[in-house]
């Protein structure tokens, strides 16, 4: 939504994971539907058109890897999303607070800056997907996550 710092308009854009085990399955732990990304892009058109420069917060493990998220157009949601920031005639800032993994961060994650925290990580792939894909178990997490090099 709309906000301000000092005299400057903004758009903000984030997830919300949630700060408990209830408000996390609730929030569905920051994995946004598609509805959630369209949402996104709806207020960075809004942005674009009154010439509001945009900052995204991105904490978020993906996209809701859900069967009826893909049936609802995941992939598409994401694409163009990011095909649309890329195209956006506004600055947009992208400030990565916690982890921002797979497509489902850069559905909100392409800028002209990218800020990142200091104990945040930004990657294609989560370290616990990639030693599921890798060693067909989350056991090797800490190992795939060296490999992957995950540090700001």
């Known amino acids: 939504g709309l906000g301000k710092i000092g005299d400057q308009s903004y758009m903000f854009v984030g997830q919300q994971k949630g700060y408990n085990t ?3 399955q609730y929030r569905n732990f920051g994995m946004a539907n598609p509805e959630g990304y369209r949402k996104a892009l709806r207020l960075m058109k809004s942005a674009e058109k009154f010439g509001i420069p945009v900052v995204t917060f991105v ?9 009826e998220a893909e049936e609802r157009g995941q992939g598409e949601a994401i694409a163009r999303n990011i095909l649309e920031m890329t195209r956006l005639k506004v600055p ?10 797979s497509g ?4 909100i994650g392409v ?7 200091e104990n945040t990580w930004y990657s294609v792939i989560s370290p616990e997907s990639c ?3 890798l060693w067909r178990s989350w056991e090797f997490k800490e190992r795939a ?8």
Do not use: H, N, Q
Request: hydrophobic share 50%.
């Open 104 to 107: 489902g961060a850069l559905g």
């Open 59 to 67: 904490d978020t493990p993906g996209a809701y890897p859900g069967l």
């Open 22 to 24: 209830k408000t996390r």
């Open 111 to 117: 800028g002209d800056k990218v800020l990142m925290l």
């Open 92 to 101: 947009i800032i992208v400030v990565i607070i916690g982890e921002g993994a």
């Open 145 to 152: 996550a060296d490999a992957l090099k995950l540090t700001a």
């Open 131 to 133: 030693s599921s894909i």
